[in-house]
C-alpha cells in the first residue's frame, strides 16, 4: 500500500492510495477543490507507480462521469 502522486491536465495535485486490489482512492492535495474519488483499480496493474500520468487521468475522468451521472435525479426536468 503507498501512495503516488499525480497532477492532472488541469494542474490539480492528487494521491492516488491503493486500499485493495479492487479499489483505489484518490484524494485532492494543496489547494485541489475536487471531491475525493474512489476508482476501480485496473485489471492489469496493482500498484499506481507503474500507471502513466496518461493512465490516472483516464481513471480520474471515468470516476468523474460516473459521479455526475450517478447524481442526476430522473425526477428532475
Known sequence: MGYRRFRDR??????????????????????????RLSV????????PFELSNEELQRMLDAARAARTSRSKNPFLE
Not at 10 to 35: A, C, F, I, Q, T
Not at 40 to 47: F, K, L, S, V
Open 10 to 35: 488541469d494542474g490539480n495535485e492528487w494521491d492516488v492510495k491503493d486500499d485493495s486490489g479492487s479499489e483505489w482512492h484518490l484524494l485532492p492535495v494543496s489547494g485541489n477543490p475536487r471531491p
Open 40 to 47: 476501480r483499480a485496473p485489471g492489469y496493474e496493482n500498484d
